[in-house]
């Protein structure tokens, strides 16, 4: 945890590391069946929203992502609303789920900000996303989808 050991984010922004703390998984375990499960999850967000807090500070990009398995988790559209509670701005919510995210697989060449010849991967929505992230999680506010410059849905 990086409230714990707060003389690694110096060390992450120096060597260009990214933050990646997945809160979308830990929200979901907080609503789990197993008492054991909920506890943890509940115990460890504290340290999740403190170490963005501090990486932020320090100048460490956070990215948005997931560690979830498969196991019926959420949409990763919930990530960004997380990040926004724990101290993003909504536009750093959103790069970080897009451009920065690019940067943090090696795939910044190819996707993450709309260039001239990167790939056209766009969302469109009703609405404006930087005044509320959540519109991203409402199916019914996506109005186009377009991946790799083909239309894959349209509403």
């Known amino acids: 945890y990086l409230d714990e050991e707060p003389e690694l984010l110096a060390l992450m922004a120096e060597r260009g590391t ?15 069946k197993a ?3 909920r506890e943890r999850a509940r115990a460890l967000r504290e ?5 963005i807090q501090r ?9 948005a992502g997931t560690d979830a398995g498969g196991h019926g988790h959420p949409a990763n559209a919930a990530e960004l609303e997380h990040l926004v509670a724990a101290g993003l701005t909504p536009m750093q919510a959103i790069q970080a789920a897009t451009g920065w995210a690019a940067e943090c697989l090696g795939l910044e060449r190819e996707v993450g ?10 969302v469109v929505v009703a609405g404006d996303a930087l ?7 409402i199916p019914d506010r996506i109005r186009l989808v377009l991946k790799n410059g083909v239309v894959e849905a349209r509403r």
């Open 18 to 32: 990214f933050f990646v703390p997945t809160l979308t998984v830990y929200e979901y375990h907080r609503e789990s």
């Open 35 to 37: 008492a054991h499960v």
């Open 47 to 51: 340290h999740h929203v403190e170490s």
């Open 55 to 63: 990486a932020l500070a320090a100048g460490v990009r956070v990215v």
């Open 113 to 122: 900000t709309l260039e001239k010849a990167k790939r056209a991967d766009l």
């Open 131 to 137: 005044a509320d992230v959540h519109i991203l999680q």
